[in-house]
């Protein structure tokens, strides 16, 4: 069935503020690509630090009308009960802003208890859950959770059902790609995919091989998602390819990709405050930085200024703070899987128009004619002169 499109929730992610409370740095599962390695099974939020942040981001003056707090960790749902006493004293106070809660979880401790209580809450307690694919790729990646998760997603898409679900993808689980997301396509899930940052891909033959055997699983979906025209397709073949040679302007910052360093605001286990949770000291293993984070005027290293897909090529400026100690210098593991889900996008959407009628292509407002235009001018420019 047709379901949102998800690639252009940016700019409504703009317009609030984000808080996320980590009220954890505790988990009950150990993921293979965990990126919090220094992570402590004893530190929790107390109350007070959680009604503080509340209190001062409610205050707040800003431009930005909504705050949005995020339960975070770790694994939230282990300080269920610090979740369940802050919202609910949140309520009894007189607030002038709108707000929301977000809780992130693996989805594998929710009791009927809990449950209860979030169906109760759900008008302003939104919860989303990490699947990432089949039960083959779940399981390599996330402790042999699947059954457990799979237990509870009903429970998901019935109470938040335009809540994407998050599916990574590590090293070990590329080979699963096209079944994993045809799995999820066929149960009905909303979701999104990508593939991690960090260097998964070993020595420069098994860089080689794993980037074919990626380049496979895309052909196979770009196949999957002919035949399912009703479809929005999967972040991985949804690259925005009219994008490509999209310079900055002139005294203008980069297009960013999160709003770390600007809208977005982490508190600690212990009341510190960080542009998001990747520049945490515990995940970084850096000292905090002290200027301004993702605020560039220009993305290194030089190979990302020059390519012609820099402005359609996400970034994490957590990591490249992580990586790098530099919000700005980009890190580049990604690359050439990158290049190969752009290349499979425009092969899906140029192979999507030629299945179009020609009465469809009369009706299309001018806004759509434009940018079916500019796919086609992107697309006969990679098949011109490649990527």
């Not at 982490?266 to 542009?275: A, C, H, T």
């Not at 899987?337 to 752009?342: D, G, I, R, S």
């Not at 290349?343 to 009369?362: D, I, K, T």
Request: aromatic letters at 10%; glycine letters at 6%.
């Amino acid at each position: 069935m047709p379901r949102v499109d998800i690639t252009n929730r940016m700019a409504e992610l703009e317009k609030r503020r984000t808080v996320t409370l980590t009220v954890t740095e505790d988990c009950n599962l150990r993921c293979r690509y965990c990126y919090e390695p220094n992570k402590s099974r004893e530190r929790y939020m107390s109350r007070e630090v959680a009604q503080d942040a509340i209190r001062f981001y409610m205050q707040e003056e800003s431009e930005l009308e909504v705050v949005e707090f995020d339960f975070f960790g770790g694994e939230p749902m282990l300080a269920f009960d610090l979740i369940r006493e802050v919202v609910d004293w949140f309520h009894q106070q007189e607030w002038s802003r709108n707000h929301l809660f977000f809780i992130g979880t693996n989805g594998t401790l929710l009791t009927d208890e809990m449950k209860s209580w979030l169906v109760a809450n759900k008008q302003c307690v939104y919860m989303g859950i990490s699947l990432d694919g089949n039960k083959t790729a779940h399981d390599l990646n996330r402790s042999n959770s699947y059954d457990r998760v799979r237990e509870n997603l009903p429970f998901f898409m019935e109470h938040w059902p335009d809540q994407p679900v998050k599916m990574t993808i590590s090293a070990e689980t590329i080979p699963h790609v096209a079944d994993s997301i045809i799995d999820l396509e066929e149960l009905g899930v909303l979701f999104s995919a990508n593939v991690v940052f960090e260097n998964i891909w070993g020595t420069p033959e098994q860089k080689a091989e794993l980037l074919e055997t990626y380049r496979q699983q895309l052909e196979r979906l770009v196949e999957y998602y002919l035949c399912h025209p009703d479809l929005v397709p999967a972040t991985l073949l949804n690259r925005r390819v009219e994008m490509i040679n999209v310079g900055r302007p002139a005294g203008e910052e980069c297009i960013r990709w999160c709003g770390a360093g600007h809208e977005m605001m982490v508190i600690g286990v212990d009341g510190g405050r960080y542009p998001c949770h990747r520049f945490m000291p515990w995940v970084t293993g850096r000292e905090v930085p002290t200027g301004p984070v993702n605020h560039q005027a220009s993305w290194r290293p030089e190979m990302c200024t020059n390519c012609r897909l820099v402005a359609l090529c996400p970034t994490c400026a957590g990591y490249n703070w992580q990586e790098n100690g530099d919000s700005g210098l980009r890190s580049t593991y990604h690359c050439e899987a990158f290049k190969l889900e752009v290349l499979a996008s425009a092969r899906l959407q140029a192979l999507r128009l030629l299945q179009r009628q020609p009465e469809e292509l009369v009706n299309l407002s001018s806004d759509e004619l434009y940018q079916t235009k500019l796919r086609l001018d992107a697309i006969l420019d990679f098949a011109e002169h490649g990527i």
